[in-house]
Every structure is written in structure tokens, then in C-alpha cells.
């Protein structure tokens, strides 16, 4: 199942320092290729820097394992958001019709 995991940075003096760390970008990546991430998008999140990142697991269990790296390096707030492809949309269709009957 994909997820989009809302990584925020802390701001002020923590997140200056990781980011003047020159290996940052590098780390950045081997964390993102651990995380078998899809895609990954940089920005701010609420005034403070941020990332959103889409991953894909196959078990909820999977959460901590993702999401302790960014807890333990970047001292981050996460939040995971699952989402649907528009194939997994199509897919459920059925679903929403029998919802929509029911309680529409």
C-alpha cells in the first residue's frame, strides 16, 4: 500500500546544523534509498523545513522501521498518509457504490 510520509524538520539551530553538515545530501540519499522511497519532495512544512515522501509498504508494521532513521537523524516529526493510485481507486469502486446505496 502506498503512503505519503510528511517529514518535518525541527527548525531553528537543530536543522542549521544538519544542513551544514557537508555529507547531508548524501545521507539524504542513502536514507531515502533505504526507505525504498518512490519519490521524495522538498519543502516546508508549518514555517519549518520539510519533506514529503512517497513509499510503499506492504504491512503497517513496517512504520517504525521507515520512520525511526528521520526520528533519530533529523530529530522529525512524521506522519504517515495512506493514499490511493487512480488504479486503486478504480479498484474500490464497487465499494463506494455499495456505501453510496446504503448510506447515500
Not at 518535518?8 to 537543530?14: A, E, N
Not at 528521520?70 to 469502486?93: C, G, H, N, R, S
Request: negative net charge; glycine residues 4%; hydrophobic residues 45%.
Amino acid at each position: 500500500m502506498k503512503y505519503i510520509m510528511k517529514v518535518k524538520w525541527p527548525s531553528g539551530d537543530t536543522a542549521n546544523k544538519l544542513l551544514k553538515d557537508p555529507s547531508f545530501g548524501q545521507k539524504m540519499q542513502n536514507l531515502l534509498a533505504e526507505v525504498k522511497a518512490e519519490a521524495a519532495y522538498f519543502t516546508t512544512i508549518c514555517g519549518n523545513r520539510g519533506c514529503f515522501i512517497v513509499i510503499n509498504m506492504d504491512d503497517a508494521s513496517q512504520m517504525p522501521a521507515i520512520a525511526e532513521p528521520f526520528f533519530q537523524w533529523l530529530k522529525a516529526e512524521i506522519t504517515f498518509y495512506p493514499v490511493m493510485t487512480p488504479e486503486d481507486l478504480a479498484e474500490a469502486a464497487p465499494a463506494i457504490e455499495q456505501a453510496i446505496t446504503k448510506w447515500g
